[in-house]
Structure formats: C-alpha cells, structure tokens
Antibody, heavy 115, light 110 residues
Framework: QVQLVQSGAEVKKPGASVKVSCKAS????????IHWVRQAPGQGLEWMGW????????NYAQKFQGRVTMSRDTSINTAYMELSRLESDDTAMYYC????????WGQGTTVTVSS | QSALTQPASVSGSPGQSITISCTGT?????????VSWYQHHPGKAPKLVIY???NRPSGVSDRFSGSKSGNTASLAISGLQAEDEADYYC??????????FGGGTKLTVL
C-alpha cells in the first residue's frame, strides 16, 4: 500500500539544525511532489514547502526561506527536510505528505527544541 | 501569504448538518479550483476528505461535501456522527505556486 514513513523523534538545542526523512513506498516516488507541514503545540497546520522528486525543484513558504532545505534521494525513495538555526518556536510535529492534495501523510516526527 | 480564514469552532447535534467556511482572496481560493479539506484527530495524521473543491477520495463518506463561491470555500457535513468530532483545515493553491492553510475549525458533536 501507499505509505510515507518518517524518521524518529528529535531533541535539539537552540541554534542547531534538524533533518527529518520521509521514505515513500507503494508508488513511483518521482511521480508526486512531497510537501512538508508542521503543527506546533496548540496551533494549526502550517505549510512549509514542497519538493519535486523528479526535478529536485523546490518552493518554500516565505517564512522559512533561508532556513529550510528540502532534498531527495531517488535511489532510496526518500525525501528530506532540514531546518537550521532552530528556536523554541520550532518545537512541533513535522509531517510529510504526498501530492498537491496531500492525499497520503507520514506518521509525523516530533522535533523538540530546548536548552 | 496570510492564512485562510476559518471559524474557530462549530458545533452540532448527532444527525444534524454543519458547514465550515474558508475565506481567502482572488490569489488563492478565488483564483483556482485547488481547495482541499482535511480532518485531523489529535495524535493522528490529518486525513484528506475533499480535494479539488468538490471531490471525495475513495473511502470518504458521502456525508462530506465541498463547494466554492468566489473567494470562499465551504465544507458541509450531514448526518453528524460522534466520530466526526475533530479539527478541520482547508488549504488552497496560491498564485506563488505555494499552499496555504486555514487556521482550523474545531467541530464539536454535542
């Protein structure tokens, strides 16, 4: 079946970087964009950006430009989201999701930023 | 890009119908037929319930329906059931080739 499996929880200190992975299976990885979405505690869903696994093109939300990098490795059907210069406000659940309709979601990765 | 505007909360009794609105601009909701809706139960990943304004994914109950008029999209749920209690979010494609979410609406089934 189609699924996205994300890497495990992370705890980081302020100023550090985090890299979350999202492994796709059950479909042709390069046929669908991967989007990244986050939800901070008590807050709503927030779109971060997308990557086209076929072309490696990316498009980031203005809020994260300069701090986020999305990449992929087509040999292992995996997309990555790296967020740098972490602050406490980056503490959130991070999700990857497939296609413009976000029709399939990963299980989420908790990122905690704390000194 | 500002978030789309949704009511913070709506409620209804079992069997009743409710509607959740999602208001944007001509650069997002009003300009494209790329509006989607998601159901989000706490502790679980969000679930797509409506895409491309009116379409239901396979397996989603026909009690869920979507529509759009101008810059406002709407999600309707008929025959409310206890399991429908969740947070609901809309999204839209934008003129910058990005996505934007609504602020979310908490649905309470009384």
């Amino acid at each position: 079946q189609v699924q996205l499996v994300q890497s495990g929880a992370e705890v980081k200190k302020p100023g550090a970087s985090v890299k979350v992975s999202c492994k796709a299976s059950g479909y042709t990885f390069t046929d669908y964009y991967i989007h990244w979405v986050r939800q901070a505690p008590g807050q709503g869903l927030e779109w971060m950006g997308w990557i086209n696994p076929n072309s490696d093109d990316t498009n980031y939300a203005q809020k994260f430009q300069g701090r986020v990098t999305m990449s992929r490795d087509t040999s292992i059907n995996t997309a990555y989201m790296e967020l740098s210069r972490l602050e406490s406000d980056d503490t959130a659940m991070y999700y990857c999701a497939r296609d413009q309709w976000l029709d399939v979601w990963g299980q989420g990765t908790t990122v905690t930023v704390s000194s | 890009q500002s978030a789309l505007t949704q009511p913070a909360s709506v409620s209804g009794s079992p069997g009743q119908s409710i509607t959740i609105s999602c208001t944007g601009t001509s650069s997002d909701v009003g300009g494209y037929s790329y509006v989607s809706w998601y159901q989000h139960h706490p502790g679980k990943a969000p679930k797509l319930v409506i895409y491309e304004v009116t379409n239901r994914p396979s397996g989603v109950s026909d009690r869920f329906s979507g529509s759009k008029s101008g810059n406002t999209a709407s999600l309707a749920i008929s025959g409310l059931q206890a399991e429908d209690e969740a947070d609901y979010y809309c999204t839209s494609y934008t003129s910058s080739s990005t996505l934007v979410f609504g602020g979310g609406t908490k649905l309470t089934v009384l």
